[in-house]
DNA sequence: CAGCATTTGTTCGTTTCCGCGACTAATGCG
DNA sequence: CGCATTAGTCGCGGAAACGAACAAATGCTG
């Protein structure tokens, strides 16, 4: 769209090949051209750029059965890669992802209090540069990091982050410096409503709205039309502070009877009785338990979350939502109960045909979000792939 | 983005040039070279094109008074239009809107009582038959239809306008057949973003919302990313039915504490006097009457506001709030009231270099925004306007 | 197993459209 | 009145996609 001229087309086509492998996996030359609706001798000549810049492998032809000459076919290159970095309170996680979503290698540190920006930044270039990427045959692309917090997209400045108690630290500035690598920070449910949207629960959906439940809080994230909503600066998508009650209860930014003020995992959590207990334990212990104090306990969570996602439906008319987290658990619990409460509080078009479902990825959910946001400037501009730059 | 071939630069070309006339106004061949950033051979045959297809006339050079051979004039067509339609509970506006956004003819027909849609499309399609649109000279390309509720946008079907007790009512269909145009039919405030998006106080802001409060309640719109959010099925930005409030005051759809429900025209109306005002009155009494029962009001009103502009704000991220009717009324009579209540309720990042103000466009804003809807097929592919059809 | 239909790869000519350069035209300025 | 500046016009070249013609590789059928 921007300059118009032939060479844009040409882009738009590496891009949709590309596209095309990333959400199909690999496949034949010919369903490539059948799935982008260009010519065969394009495709061969698309194909052949891309496997000139080593994003691609072009496979021997492979008979599938069928009569006709076998295809060639074309997988996406398992060296092409970027960097996910993920800092929690208790651990921070460093992951090689692949252009086909795969994580190759894996790293975790734990923490024995909560860490700084600086020791997170100086933690995770060691590792990176520990993991010897380049000498392994990979071609990293750049850093996505998941920050649980709000975060200023256009230079990775992270604003808030309270749980981590960071304040205005230059994240992205630092870490760029430190490795010389592009970097890209983001929310963290923002990069995961990008991994449900090409890998899980959102594929194929073009309006959704992705809101996680952890320890730490509620957040969200809003996919419209296909994209990610991030609003003027990447702020968007906060459904954890909407109002759902008139009490005086307040989130950790003060502001009374919100979602995140009313429905917390912690209080579920004291019903059940230990003090901690991993995700998949709390779902499978909520499940079981269907004492009265906690099915009132769910209604009431379901109640305010139901006036949440009633707003939620108004204002974004979405065609699905997804819940992670223990807002899931929330959802498994009694899932018509959350239904009959969302549409006492929806207009009721809105919410003809709205889906609302769980969250498919589990653990790497993050990793793969934060890796394909480091990618995309590679995927929208398959020819800056120029000298698979190295520095 | 769709096929990939050449041909899809030239319409690309051909929407840029008539995009550029349409926000920048009538202008040089070369300033539409220096804002499309194309050569000027492709301007000028791109030009042409268009001035074959009865889109743009060109003008004889004319001397600016600056050194250098004088440039032709582009103007857009004076004849290319769309019907704009608008029916309102005592009233129907039928209107001719140029490509320039001009209104060129408008007739408004006024109802004894609440008129049925039957009664409307009768109405309408007589009235643009009895304009003489066709031998005038004009080129109707189609016929925009703005209505105040949820209108399913594939089919023009209103869901449920409550103002007019319009229910499932198909109205795009309807006015299809009686008049063999295309019809656009959408929610009323969602026409008058793009209006002020384009024209108006949301000129050159990717990211806005667009707030319109009304004697039949509040409406609002989306722009993100420059493209009104229509969601799934288009009923997105239904601002009204926002929980503000514990209370259990419901609006017409039955949502206790919402928006709708705490904040009326017709709460603050009673407070001034009269039983019935234009809004232009409405907004001059409010802003004369200081008075403590008025002051409290205007209070209350802000704050239930500032609750649900809150939440637009964390979950939207916007740059800029246009607010429109008695909300902007409520906004000038005490400017930073609203603004400290909101400052309260939003995370502070995205609170950052918002703007609220007031809409700019006035009476005009739903028909522009009727016709400009109806005008879009056309500027996104110019060369679709080849025979000029004028069934 | 030999021919045939089918499907795909390959090559090459055609078409579209943009940018560029050379030249011409029209203006203001000194 | 010449010169600099700016824009229109025309022709050429390059990029890229498509389509046609041909070759290659497979399954199917008699």
Redesign the pocket.
């Known amino acids: 769209m921007r300059?118009?001229?032939?060479?844009d087309?040409?882009r738009?086509?590496l891009t949709a090949v590309l596209r095309a492998l990333m959400v199909g996996g690999d496949m034949?030359?010919?369903?490539l051209?059948?799935l982008t609706?260009?010519?065969?001798?394009?495709?061969?000549?698309?194909v052949s750029d891309l496997a000139g810049l080593g994003l691609v492998d072009e496979q021997d032809?492979v008979?599938d059965?069928?009569?006709?000459?076998?295809?060639?076919g074309v997988a996406l290159s398992s060296s092409v890669a970027a960097f996910a970095v993920h800092p929690e309170v208790d651990a921070l996680t460093v992951a090689i992802v692949g252009l086909d979503a795969q994580v190759r290698r894996k790293v975790r540190h734990e923490f024995d209090r909560i860490p700084t920006m600086a020791e997170v930044v100086h933690l995770a270039s060691t590792v990176m540069a520990a993991m010897g990427a380049e000498e392994s045959g990979f071609r990293m692309t750049g850093i996505g990091v998941a920050v649980p917090g709000l975060v200023r997209t256009v230079d990775g400045l992270v604003r808030n982050a309270p749980h981590l108690q960071w304040r205005e630290e230059p994240l992205g500035a630092s870490l760029a410096e430190a490795t010389s690598l592009p970097v890209h920070v983001a929310n963290d449910a923002q990069l995961g409503a990008l991994a449900e949207r090409d890998y899980g629960a959102g594929r194929g959906v073009s309006h959704f709205v992705y809101i996680n439940g952890g320890a730490s809080g509620i957040g969200g994230a809003i996919v419209a039309g296909g994209d990610l909503l991030g609003g003027a600066h990447g702020y968007a998508g906060e459904l954890g502070h909407t109002p759902v009650s008139g009490s005086d209860r307040v989130d950790n930014v003060g502001i009374p009877g919100s979602l995140e003020a009313e429905v917390t995992r912690e209080e579920l959590l004291s019903l059940l009785g230990p003090d901690h207990m991993d995700p998949e334990s709390f779902d499978s212990a909520l499940l079981a338990d269907r004492s009265d104090a906690v099915a009132a306990a769910v209604a009431r969570h379901q109640r305010h979350l139901a006036i949440a996602l009633g707003t939620v439906v108004n204002v974004l008319n979405p065609e699905r939502i997804l819940l992670g987290g223990f807002l899931a658990s929330l959802l498994a619990y009694n899932p018509q109960g959350l239904r009959t409460a969302l549409e006492a509080r929806a207009l009721a078009p809105a919410m003809e045909g709205v889906d609302i479902v769980s969250a498919q990825l589990g653990a790497n959910l993050l990793l793969v979000g934060a890796a394909h946001r480091a990618l995309e400037p590679l995927v929208d501009d398959p020819a800056s792939m120029s000298g698979a730059r190295t520095d």
Do not use: F
């Open positions: 300059k118009g001229t032939s060479e087309v040409r738009e086509n034949s030359r010919a369903d051209g059948r609706g260009r010519n065969r001798s394009t495709v061969a000549s698309l032809p008979t059965g069928t009569v006709g000459r076998p295809s060639h």
